[in-house]
């Protein structure tokens, strides 16, 4: 995997076990609230989110995108044996 993968402005960076080949990708955007004010990440990660997790999945990986508090997303890469 590469250590960093750049979409629409947003570096993402590499995370993983040593010991396996999983892993993700994640960066940091800005805290950003829904109607509810729960806390989802700034709109324009989360699109770079759903790119990455696109080109992954063509290049013939499991990837999914996801994302968590703190303006936080990751995009995990997941073996498929």
């Not at 402005?9 to 010991?19: E, V």
């Not at 990837?63 to 890469?77: C, F, L, P, R």
């Amino acid at each position: 995997m590469e250590a960093n993968r750049r979409v629409k402005g947003f570096n993402f960076k590499w995370n993983s076990d040593t010991y396996t080949d999983e892993g993700y990708y994640e960066c940091r955007g800005e805290v950003c609230y829904d109607d509810e004010h729960d806390e989802m990440p700034e709109p324009a990660l989360w699109r770079a989110a759903i790119l990455l997790e696109t080109e992954l999945n063509r290049e013939g990986l499991h990837a999914e995108a996801n994302h968590s508090e703190k303006g936080w997303v990751e995009v995990s890469v997941i073996n498929k044996e």
